[in-house]
């Protein structure tokens, strides 16, 4: 039996509608499709959470860079349906990009957030927040979910989508899911596999690296600055060319002040074709001075 796929945003609503009138709660997971076991873990978390579960796959060209990816990136919905119906999904919402911008791509309304989309992420991918948003809020009009769930591996977009939802009042739950990696610490993408087998054997020390500085801090370190280079200089070495390694105020991803104690140690890093990003939260002990 095939997965119910729906291509347009008539026959989408249609069933929406349905499920609505029903009373039943809706789950939204937003992919751009080439699944791996971190989005099917989104879809499980949505299946514990909702009587109905809507995957959407869509390769969204608004968030990609002119010298991006978006041509080659791997589209594999085929294979996707089959993960997507084992694992609960109720319907699989794959629109041509017609259909999501009808009057084309240049000509749609935009949803931008100051300051969060301008930084670390922001600042090596030009109109990427932008995009993203606006792809996102656009999916939250047609589908009218109750919940939407999305991985924590993508912190600052995480970040975007909780003030889009709070700043324009979307009566919609956000999400966070924890990040789903390999056996030896790579968060799992659908950009890994770009990876040839002996850059796949480097692509760890992202996040151990991570790993080395949240220890550090909870040691006590507090000279962000002199961190994040030591870093970058490890990564560096190795042969990665990293955008950025920052430690930042969890949730709102501010320059920590001298008193805060919760962080999100953030990276992304060029290896060979492939840009892996990768976060890591810490709770450190108050100063004792404080």
Not at 113 to 134: K, W
Not at 202 to 217: D, N, S
Not at 253 to 270: E, H, I, K, Q, T
Request: hydrophobic share 45%; charged share 25%; proline share 5%.
């Amino acid at each position: 039996m095939a997965i119910l796929t729906v291509h347009t945003v008539a026959e989408l609503r249609r069933h929406i509608q349905c499920w609505h009138i029903a009373g039943e709660k809706i789950a939204l997971v937003p992919t751009m499709g080439n699944l791996h076991a971190g989005h099917i873990r989104l879809v499980e978390h949505a299946r514990e959470r909702a009587e109905r579960v809507v995957v959407s796959i869509f390769v969204n060209p608004l968030q990609f860079g002119p010298n991006e990816d978006f041509k080659s990136y791997p589209r594999t919905l085929e294979a996707d349906k089959i993960q997507l119906m084992a694992s609960g999904t109720d319907l699989l919402f794959a629109p041509p990009v017609e259909e999501m911008y009808p009057d084309g791509e240049q000509r749609v309304t935009r949803v931008e957030v100051p300051e969060l989309s301008s930084i670390l992420d922001g600042e090596f991918r030009p109109g990427h927040f932008a995009g993203m948003a606006t792809m996102v809020l656009k999916l939250f009009n047609m589908v009218q979910p109750d919940i939407a769930l999305f991985g924590q591996k993508d912190y600052q977009q995480l970040a975007v989508i909780r003030r889009v939802v709070q700043d324009v009042c979307v009566p919609v739950n956000i999400i966070g899911i924890a990040t789903v990696r390999e056996n030896d610490g790579l968060a799992m993408s659908s950009r890994n596999q770009y990876l040839t087998p002996s850059e796949r054997e480097a692509a760890p020390l992202l996040y151990r690296t991570l790993g080395e500085v949240v220890q550090a801090m909870k040691h006590g370190r507090r000279d962000f600055q002199r961190l994040e280079a030591e870093a970058l200089r490890k990564l560096r070495v190795a042969g990665m060319r990293p955008d950025y390694v920052a430690i930042r105020v969890a949730q709102t991803l501010s320059a920590p002040d001298a008193d805060a104690r919760y962080f999100v140690v953030l990276a992304a890093a060029w290896l060979g074709k492939a840009r892996l990003i990768d976060n890591i939260e810490v709770q450190v002990a108050a100063r004792a001075d404080a």
